[in-house]
């Protein structure tokens, strides 16, 4: 582009206008808390393309400003989206055991999760930087490829579509091995399309571009399924079931829906266990998905889907990547996870009084895939048999808690892996753990099932004595925050005439903090955080909440509620205060408090131990702070009542 | 179509847009002469819009996300290319002539006549690909990514 003008003209007045929003939108992703690299990179794009924009002087040369915009707006809006503090980070840890089991070394590459709240659909951009023009490339450049994976907050409410991670770590995957792809794709296509070309040239490309995307979309649901088993066969039919499109054609990029509703369908079908119940609850997962039968007998796949289909299985094939989920397999993560989803704890680890083995990301998924639409917990759950509140709420209770329990497990697995590594593994005698508390974690009463668990375990030897166990600060934490409105006020709706009704919600905002980062609590300054354990305390002990002494010295106060009744299940809620008056950063994930185990000083009941459950208690197994629900005792009622 | 897709799409036209734009500047005086690397990708383009048969590449560009996609623009610019040419049957080679010289010879070689069909060709290419980035097409607005 020409470099001299004089008078700024109407084609440079257009350009400056299009790169100010930009850069507009730039500072704002700047605002949040990205790695620093990527604040940098992009704060030096929106100054190259302020540079651009001062050499623009004709109409032609805006064209090409604008279609350089069209790239970096797309960039930036996908940043734009994710909000590192109240993201989907929890996924990072399942998408690095995706790249490990497709042979990707993710130590060699950054990964950003954006929290979609306006996309319905998972997505992935592999190395976006990597796309940029060479004029916009940054003088410093990365050696690291950045991966932006896009995860719709519905990924919360849902606990299958936590399996579609796989086809998505599947795009990555061929964007790395794609000289694999390519040879055999030339191969193929030249054998079985060469010959027409000159006749119907403009055809040909459109069919050639048609279905080049629809055999990645058949390659990377292999890749999928090789990473998920049957939780990502299940999750691709529940998609399509409620796919309101025709299902017999194929759109420009993806092939039609029956054509992978037919894979994934056989394969679900294939899987098999040692286990019975494993295998019964395949067979229900099957049944969810009876009305394709119809469907499927009269789909007739066309030559070109037919040709893409083979062909992205022989190109799978010579990946050499195969499906870990044989029938050993399940039965093996089926029995470790159950055993957790059961006791309604998060599956971190198989819990017993011996060295703790590691569940991992992936294996969780699949088995509380299983667990949850087979509906196995309707016979097995603690919290499911337990709880006193009606059928349609202990249904929707467990669903919300089994989903957060999952994401909470796989959300800490690197913090816990490592941990484990260093602490847990050879080096752990449990022996040396005898004298303190440790054993209570695979304990009896009366015959039943009575552990005292503090889960995952990170480090047991340096966190148990006789009589207590040191808790880790969580990662969630609640702040306090001012709002329109004139007083936080506890009463529930309408039961009173003045401030009744205001949303306690509006006074609190949700703050994710990972693992190893700090969270700077200001003097006197109040939040609710959470101890990073679930604990679960037996139905003849009780619990105290205390600080620990060090931190004490610094001004921390860390419980105000310290009493955890008989039988709890949950991460404790810490009501957080810095006494002193300078600002403390607080580590997320050191130890800051301890639980201190006391005897019930009546004997227990016979039916004691579903007592927890059964007192319609406000907090049952939470992973995170949650706000107060003091509107839910019954005492309003009675006292408003009188005050009439 | 995937976010992947989407975002190498808007890359490709990006570079395609840019290659043609050196170019036409080359050609109005604006620069001394064009890329190296500009060259071989626009006669990869030219060579792709004359092939008689299907070619590995054409193939290779068709997948988004994979290899280069500097390289695949090539594509773009083909189709670009072929779009004007098609809409303009009667000057097909003089257009093409003009455009081979411009990309194989020294810009300053080619007759005035030349470098004008040149520069009209390259700029209606550019406006022609541009307008490919139709918002209005409803794949382009959501991007289906399963």
Redesign the interface.
């Known amino acids: 582009?020409?470099s001299s003008i004089s008078t700024p003209g109407i084609e440079w007045e257009i350009a400056r206008s299009i790169v100010d929003s930009e850069i507009s939108k730039i500072n704002d992703i700047n605002l949040q808390k990205f790695p620093k690299f990527i604040c940098n990179r992009l704060q030096e794009l929106g100054q190259k393309l302020k540079e651009k924009s001062e050499q623009v002087v004709d109409r032609?040369?805006l064209?090409?400003l604008?279609?350089?915009i069209?790239?970096v707006s797309?960039?930036i809006d996908?940043f734009l989206e994710a909000s590192p503090s109240r993201s989907s980070w929890w996924a990072m840890p399942l998408i690095k055991e995706c790249y490990e089991r497709c042979g990707i070394d993710y130590s060699n590459r950054h990964i950003v999760i954006i929290h979609s709240i306006s996309?319905q659909?998972?997505?992935?951009?592999?190395d976006?930087l990597?796309?940029?023009?060479?004029?916009l490339k940054s003088s410093v450049e990365t050696d690291q490829p950045v991966d932006?994976f896009?995860i719709p907050s519905e990924a919360k409410h849902d606990i299958a579509s936590i399996a579609?991670i796989g086809?998505?770590a599947g795009?990555v995957y061929?964007?790395i091995k794609?000289e694999l792809?390519?040879k055999t794709?030339?191969e193929q296509?030249?054998k079985t399309?060469?010959?027409a070309?000159?006749s119907s040239?403009?055809n040909?490309?459109d069919k050639?571009?048609r279905?080049?995307?629809h055999?990645?979309?058949f390659l990377c649901d292999a890749i999928g399924r090789c990473m998920m088993g049957p939780a990502f066969d299940f999750a691709?039919l529940k998609?399509f079931y409620s796919s309101p499109d025709d299902q017999n054609t194929s759109?420009?990029?993806?092939p039609p829906e029956l054509s992978r509703i037919h894979q994934s369908y056989d394969s679900l079908k294939s899987f098999h266990s040692a286990s019975k119940a494993v295998s019964e609850c395949l067979g229900k997962l099957v049944d969810h998905f009876a009305a394709f039968e119809a469907d499927l007998k009269s789909f007739a796949k066309n030559a070109d889907d037919l040709f893409s289909e083979q062909l992205a299985e022989s190109i799978h094939e010579a990946t050499g990547l195969a499906s870990p989920y044989d029938d050993q397999y399940l039965s093996k993560i089926w029995c470790s996870v159950v055993a957790e989803l059961n006791a309604f704890r998060p599956p971190f680890e198989s819990v017993t009084s011996d060295v703790p083995i590691l569940i991992s990301p992936t294996e969780a998924v699949v088995a509380t895939s299983l667990y949850y639409y087979a509906r196995f917990f309707v016979n097995e759950n603690e919290y499911y048999l337990h709880t006193k509140v009606e059928e349609k709420q202990r249904f929707e209770v467990l669903r919300m808690r089994l989903c957060e329990h999952l994401r909470y497990a796989i959300s800490l697995y690197d913090f816990v892996k490592n941990s484990q590594d260093r602490f847990c593994g050879k080096s752990l005698d449990v022996k040396e753990l005898n004298s303190s508390l440790w054993p209570m974690r695979q304990r009896e009463s009366d015959g039943r099932s009575n552990p005292f668990v503090v889960t995952p375990s990170t480090n047991p030897k340096s966190q148990y004595s006789s009589n207590s166990v040191d808790l880790r600060l969580g990662t969630s934490f609640l702040l306090n925050k001012t709002s329109g409105y004139t007083h936080i006020s506890p009463e529930p709706e309408l039961t009173h005439a003045t401030g009744a009704g205001i949303p306690l919600e509006a006074f609190y905002q949700e703050l994710f903090v990972p693992v190893g980062n700090n969270f700077i609590l200001h003097p006197h300054q109040f939040v609710l955080a959470a101890t990073l354990e679930y604990i679960c305390v037996p139905f003849d002990y009780y619990a105290l909440v205390l600080g620990r002494s060090s931190w004490g010295r610094l001004g921390l106060n860390i419980a105000t509620a310290t009493t955890v009744h008989a039988g709890f299940r949950g991460c404790i809620t810490l009501e957080l205060r810095n006494l002193g008056e300078t600002p403390l950063p607080l580590k997320v994930g050191l130890r800051i408090a301890q639980l201190c185990l006391i005897s019930v000083p009546v004997r227990p009941t016979s039916d004691a131990h579903v007592g927890y459950f059964a007192t319609l208690s406000k907090y049952i197994g939470p992973v995170a702070p949650e706000i107060p629900k003091i509107k839910d005792d019954e005492d309003w009622a009675l006292l408003n009542s009188l005050s009439q | 179509m995937s976010h992947m897709s989407l975002l190498e799409t808007h890359a490709r036209y990006s570079v395609a847009i840019s290659i043609l734009n050196r170019l036409r500047h080359a050609l109005i005086g604006r620069a001394h002469a064009v890329r190296r690397e500009d060259k071989e990708i626009l006669l990869e383009s030219l060579e792709i819009t004359e092939s008689e048969k299907l070619l590995g590449k054409m193939v290779l560009y068709s997948f988004h996300g994979f290899g280069s996609h500097r390289q695949a623009a090539a594509l773009e610019l083909s189709d670009g290319v072929q779009k004007v040419l098609e809409s303009f049957a009667d000057k097909r080679t003089e257009y093409l002539n003009a455009l081979k010289k411009a990309i194989e010879f020294e810009v300053q070689t080619l007759g005035e006549d030349e470098k004008s069909l040149a520069t009209e060709l390259v700029t209606r290419v550019m406006y022609v690909i541009d307008s490919q980035e139709d918002v209005s097409n409803p794949d382009t607005l959501i991007p289906r990514d399963l």
């Open positions: 582009m020409s032609p040369d064209i090409e604008k279609s350089q069209n790239f797309q960039l996908l996309s659909n998972y997505g992935v951009c592999a976006v990597g796309f940029l023009p060479d004029d932006v896009i579609l086809h998505e795009h061929w964007k794609y792809l390519a794709l030339n296509f030249d399309y060469g010959g070309a000159s040239s403009g040909l490309a050639r571009k279905m080049a995307s055999i990645q979309e691709l998609l759109s420009k990029t993806h």
